[in-house]
């Protein structure tokens, strides 16, 4: 085997990137180029053995708070329990008027921050905590696989890198 840059018999060859070009070249001139980082497959199989630890089993639990059935009824009693007005309790939560009588109506869906304001304004409960369990390798069910971990990891890597 010869050196692609120099010519040369190589006894060692070395895989560098000169000028983003993949080359073979002798030790030599291997100082010119960048040499050739890992094949990605090795990297994945650390990035699985990682998660797999971190996971335990291949199972993904989570834990969703999302809001009740009733969340108009419950804040519409609520604020008439606490003998508030439609307006006392938008200045309350910093909403209009119009957006708790919307709410109250079930025509606005409260954001998240607004729905725990209310909460602790009136003292009532908004959300519920839903128990998610995905079993990867179950055929069946799709929850979230190694692969698609796989994936978001290499996503996040590169917005991290460089
Ligand atoms: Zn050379």
């Known amino acids: 085997m010869q050196c692609e840059l ?23 001139c291997a100082k010119y180029g960048k040499p050739i980082s890992p094949p990605p497959t090795q990297r994945i199989q650390k990035v699985a053995i990682r998660k797999k630890e971190k996971t335990g089993e291949e199972i993904f639990q989570s834990m969703r708070k999302v809001l009740v059935q009733d969340w108009a009824e419950r804040i519409r009693e609520g604020r008439i329990r606490k003998g508030l007005s439609r307006e006392e309790l938008g200045a309350k939560i910093g909403e209009p008027t119009v957006a708790v009588a919307k709410m109250e109506n079930r025509d606005l869906r409260p954001s ?16 519920e905590e839903i128990e998610e369990i995905h079993v990867s390798g179950s055929g069946s069910s799709r929850g979230l ?4 971990l796989i994936k978001l990891e290499k996503e996040g890597d590169e917005g991290v890198k460089d």
């Open 6 to 28: 120099c010519g040369k018999e190589i006894s060692s060859p070395r895989h560098v990137i000169i000028d983003g070009v993949k080359m073979v070249v002798c030790e030599a």
């Open 145 to 148: 696989t190694l692969g698609d």
């Open 112 to 127: 998240d921050e607004t729905a725990r304001k209310i909460e602790k304004v009136l003292g009532i409960t908004l959300f």
